[in-house]
């Protein structure tokens, strides 16, 4: 009995330890296809942004103001595109971050619809976006914004599933 008890507490310790660092998350939009499909099983690095910077291409989970139907809060998956103090572009189709065109392989129709004329993206927070434009919430619209860094979750850095279909993100 003394050694269950022993075995229990461990289990519970690592599994404490665990939970601080990473945060399983389901996909449950269509917003990053084609890199994430619905119901995708994703884990969240919660610490990547305490140790280290946001870097253009990151995959991130963040807070948002916006609410569900049922009331809950609706958190978004999107990739990091604009980095803080630098200045995005988006005209006719095409993405720039400092007046550079931004070649992005990893979209799903190679087009950006809407029109930003040189934001500049304040300290602290990121300009991000998903990979499917045509149907993505993001900083392109007024009710998201840029996202301040405090307010994301976890940084992606594997798909677990679906099995046929593992992923480890950068």
Same mark, same amino acid.
């Given at each position: 009995?003394?050694?269950l008890i022993k075995e229990i507490l461990i289990a @519970?310790?690592?599994a404490f330890i665990i939970m601080q660092f990473i945060k399983p998350t389901i996909v449950k939009e269509s917003s990053m296809q084609p890199t994430l499909y619905e119901n995708n099983y994703i884990l969240l690095n919660k610490q990547a942004y305490n140790f280290g910077e946001p870097k253009r291409g990151d995959i991130v989970v963040f807070h948002t103001g916006l609410?569900? #139907?049922n009331g809950k809060e609706k958190m978004l998956i999107k990739r990091v595109i604009g980095l803080p103090g630098e200045t995005i572009s988006i005209d006719g189709g095409n993405v720039y971050i400092n007046d550079k065109l931004l070649t #992005? #392989?990893?979209t799903k129709d190679g087009y950006t619809d809407g029109h930003i004329d040189?934001?500049?993206i304040p300290e602290g927070e990121l300009f991000v976006m998903g990979d499917n434009r045509l149907v993505s919430i993001d900083s392109r619209l007024d009710e998201v914004?840029? @996202?301040k860094i405090d307010d994301v979750l976890g940084?992606?850095?594997v798909r677990l599933y679906p099995f046929n279909n593992i992923r480890v993100f950068k």
């Open positions: 009995m003394k050694g @519970v310790v690592i609410k569900l #139907e #992005e #392989e990893y040189k934001l500049t914004g840029c @996202v940084k992606a850095f």
